[in-house]
């Protein structure tokens, strides 16, 4: 098993910035993927940017330039550094986390969820 914690959400102004943890724990393989993902209410579960298996980076065309993810491998951690927010990224962002045993059998967890509001 492994455990996800969340931090970072909270309320901001259109303009600005906000940052999202993630701290994985438990039964971490060699090789993982891990990204953030959203759900606005009455909209589907999307990426917003992610590290594959292979570590690269990827990101949802909707947050290019505004979103950073990085990672820090020693604490089994994700990041979301969030800049120039606006209102359609309201949502509940959701860290995801998957460990690879093998390349073939992988284990996949997902985070609480955080609270992000953009709103004057």
């Known amino acids: 098993q492994v455990q996800l914690v969340e931090s970072g959400g909270g309320l901001v102004q259109p303009g600005g910035s906000l940052r999202l943890s993630c701290a994985a724990s438990g039964s971490i393989f060699s090789i993982n993927a891990m990204g953030w993902y959203r759900q606005a209410p009455g909209k589907q579960r999307e990426l917003v940017a992610e590290?594959?298996?292979?570590?690269?980076?990827n990101y949802a065309d909707s947050v290019k330039g505004r979103f950073t993810i990085s990672r820090e491998n020693a604490k089994n951690a994700v990041y979301l550094q969030m800049n120039s927010l606006k209102p359609e990224d309201t949502a509940v962002y959701y860290c995801?986390?998957?460990?690879?045993?093998?390349?073939?059998?992988?284990?996949?967890?997902w985070g609480q969820g955080t609270q992000v509001t953009v709103s004057s």
């Open positions: 995801r986390w998957i460990t690879y045993r093998t390349v073939l059998v992988p284990y996949d967890y």
């Open positions: 590290f594959t298996s292979n570590g690269r980076p």
